[in-house]
């Protein structure tokens, strides 16, 4: 951890915990701690329903560039951006998520996405709208050019899940509060 001499020891009751609460915990300067970026962070698996397995193949595959995992009559695992996502066949509808007003947007609550690189954020908008993609909301920059600048935008699935594609400008602002 940035910051901690390495051979500092931590009691139990910390050394488990996120840098934040540990940084609190030893009362260090947070001015003094750089943000790094989490090489070794392990890729996190999300499963979703879908309606159609046909018409999400090709959307993940062909709009998004999704490498195809394993796949099954009822499943398909897709690797998006390095992260194990799943798509689950269901036979009930899939309701349209609930919102939030955010900057003026309706912001799906249940939706999930990758936070990118800023010209990969950039590269993937301009790729989503040659495909015509129905956006929920438009590709944007909110906070321009101050702390906490980011990229984002909403978009469906072909079963009407709600994914975001976000990047900071600079990516000490991911988690800043």
């Given amino acids: 951890m940035v910051g901690v001499p390495p051979t500092m020891v931590l009691p139990r009751s910390v050394a488990h915990r996120p840098e934040s609460v540990i940084i609190k915990y030893l009362n260090l ?5 750089k943000y790094h ?4 962070i392990r890729p ?15 959307f993940f595959e062909e709009v998004l ?3 195809i995992g394993r ?23 899939i309701q349209e998520p609930a919102a939030n007003p955010v900057d003026g947007k309706s912001v799906p609550i249940k939706h999930f996405g990758v936070i990118l690189e800023w010209q990969q954020w950039h590269d993937l908008a301009d790729r989503l709208k040659e495909a015509k993609t129905d956006f929920v909301i438009e590709p944007y920059i909110r906070f321009k050019g101050e702390p906490g ?19 900071f400008k600079r990516d000490e602002d991911i988690f800043a509060s």
């Fill in 65 to 67: 560039n999704c490498k």
């Fill in 149 to 167: 600048e980011q990229a984002t935008m909403f978009f469906l699935d072909p079963s009407g899940n709600a994914l975001e594609f976000k990047s």
């Fill in 29 to 33: 300067p947070v001015k003094n701690i």
């Fill in 71 to 93: 796949t099954s009559e009822r499943w398909i695992d897709f690797d998006l951006y390095g992260h194990q996502i799943t798509a689950h066949l269901t036979d009930d509808a």
């Fill in 37 to 40: 970026k989490m090489k070794n």
């Fill in 44 to 58: 996190f698996h999300v499963a979703f329903p879908v309606t159609d397995l046909n018409a999400t193949r090709q």
